[in-house]
């Protein structure tokens, strides 16, 4: 079997496939996070911990060879490790806001806009830039313990396979020190963060992907283990997301839009990335939004209603949700795609003693569909759409997500990532698989015609609101209040 590992934010899976990309198993372990005044942390101990203990079920539950395994993870963030792999501090996640001071100041002084310039990577206060920046400020013990600022399937892959020193991949260093073209680390960068003296934290790029022996913790010793990429472009890979062009939507705990392309411009707004590949010369134009599924579990859990019952609220209430309408815009650290705007917050407008819970969950997924087509078309999407992510098991919300974008949908089913981590190690091992067998997509969703016209003008809507929103998170920036 060929085995798939998720390294996620809130959920550890592995995946068994057989070789015609069929599923043959899934184990999943949650691990916590923890937030305070706008820190997200999470304990490696446990992360890791959580993936030898979902490896160790899946080995258990399907008892046959393991040919080779694909490693994909969560991006962003920053994993301080020491020589060996072992944390010096808990990891910062993706959703850390601490930093937003510092990516506002360089929003000021044109530090964010020269460094996209260079690199197509627009800044935000989770990505590792901010977050050394940070801690070279406030924890310098912790960086002067560290060996390595690593990513989190950069320490996973470390301690599975016992590797000498930490070894990242150009998908997760494209955020946001790499030059895409030459796919090495941009010194000018480092230095226009004022990260010069702690040069010696940013791991070794493996160009191809680095790939190790398992040691025998949770997977076989001796399994030929690849890293990466990681999750985003793992997930296009697994979709069959590489013609220019088309382009894939993530509908999880953060909104990823993503098209592929083979021309990475830096010139227009700052905003989203570019993800290397594996193939030079081909890209990811990526919008990584944080607003997502985190959204509408709020909302969910605001109102007491359950996820299962998202289908029948949805179905509840109409197309524009009685006059409802949500900017979901919830993440404590802002928003960094389309656009960097790290005081922006969500709004609910049009509320009122008539409202339902219905009409709030509805108005709180239109709104998710139109950041997700906001996202889209700043990835510059023109050609076929894939979805995938926890969003798109309901069948009533990819129905909705395909009026709202007003275009098909090629729904995804299964571990995606783990997928798409799999044929990456394939194609590192020279393992031959049929691609388009292991892409082929579980249903289509058409939009509706009417529904799609309707919210193409409360698209519209959504924009002029959004406008407003922003001008208010700046206004707050300056004014405090």
């Known amino acids: 079997m060929l085995v798939g590992i998720d ?20 184990e999943a ?19 890791y911990g959580a993936v030898v203990a979902v490896l160790g079920a899946l080995t258990a539950r399907v008892p046959e060879p393991v040919e080779l395994a694909g490693l994909t993870g969560q991006g962003d963030g920053v994993w301080l490790v020491d020589a060996a792999g072992r944390p010096v501090r808990p990891a910062i996640s ?16 044109g530090t964010f806009e020269a460094v996209f310039r260079r690199t197509g990577s627009a800044m935000f206060p989770g990505c590792p830039g901010p977050l050394l920046a940070w801690l070279d400020r406030h924890e310098p013990q912790a960086l002067d313990a560290a060996a390595a600022a690593v990513f989190c399937k950069d320490m996973v892959f470390q301690r599975l396979t016992g590797a000498e020193r930490a070894v990242t991949d150009v998908s997760d260093a494209s955020m946001p020190f790499l030059d895409p073209r030459g796919r090495v680390y941009d010194d000018r960068v480092v230095e226009l963060l004022g990260l010069a003296h702690r040069r010696r934290l940013l791991p070794p790029v493996g160009d191809p992907i680095a790939t190790g022996e398992a040691g025998g913790e949770g997977l076989p010793a001796g399994t030929p283990l690849a890293n990466g990429p990681y999750d985003l472009p793992a997930c296009a890979l697994g979709a069959g997301v590489t ?5 894939l939507l993530i509908v999880g705990t953060c909104l990823a839009s993503l098209a592929a392309t083979t021309e990475p411009a830096r010139d227009g707004d700052p905003a989203g990335l570019y993800i290397s590949t594996d193939r030079p010369g081909h890209w990811l134009r990526a919008m990584p939004a944080m607003v997502g599924t985190a959204a509408l579990d709020w909302v969910l859990r605001t109102t007491g209603a359950r996820h299962e019952d998202l289908d029948g609220l949805l179905t509840a209430a109409p197309p524009g949700a009685h006059g409802v309408r949500v ?10 795609a389309p656009f960097v ?17 219905a009409d709030l969950v ?39 997500l395909a009026d709202v974008l007003g275009r098909p949908l090629k729904v995804m089913a299964g571990e995606v990532g783990a997928r798409g981590a799999v044929l990456a ?32 003008k409360g698209y519209q809507e959504h924009l002029e609101l959004l406008a407003g929103a922003r001008e208010r998170a700046r206004r707050r920036a300056v004014t405090g209040c």
Do not use: N
């Open 7 to 26: 390294v996620g934010t809130s959920l550890v899976k592995a995946a068994a496939f057989d070789r015609d990309g069929r599923e043959l198993a899934v």
């Open 29 to 47: 372990r949650p691990v916590g996070l923890e937030l305070r005044g706008g820190a997200v942390e999470q304990d490696m101990e446990e992360v």
């Open 94 to 109: 993706w959703m850390d806001g601490r930093a937003h001071e510092l990516v506002d100041r360089w929003l000021a002084d």
């Open 243 to 247: 013609a220019p062009g088309d382009g």
């Open 327 to 336: 900017l979901p815009y919830f993440a404590p650290s802002g928003e960094r």
């Open 341 to 357: 705007e790290p005081g922006l917050r969500a709004e609910l407008l049009g509320v009122s003693l008539e409202s339902t819970p």
């Open 362 to 400: 509805r108005a709180t997924c239109e709104g998710i569909g139109y950041a997700a087509r906001h996202c889209l078309e700043a990835a510059g999407l023109t050609g076929s759409l894939a979805v995938c992510g926890g969003g798109t098991r309901s069948p009533a919300w990819a129905g909705l």
């Open 425 to 456: 190690a394939a194609e590192r091992y020279g393992v031959p698989l049929d691609t388009a067998a292991w892409t082929e997509p579980a249903r289509l969703v058409e939009p509706d015609p009417d529904r799609a016209a309707y919210y193409a």
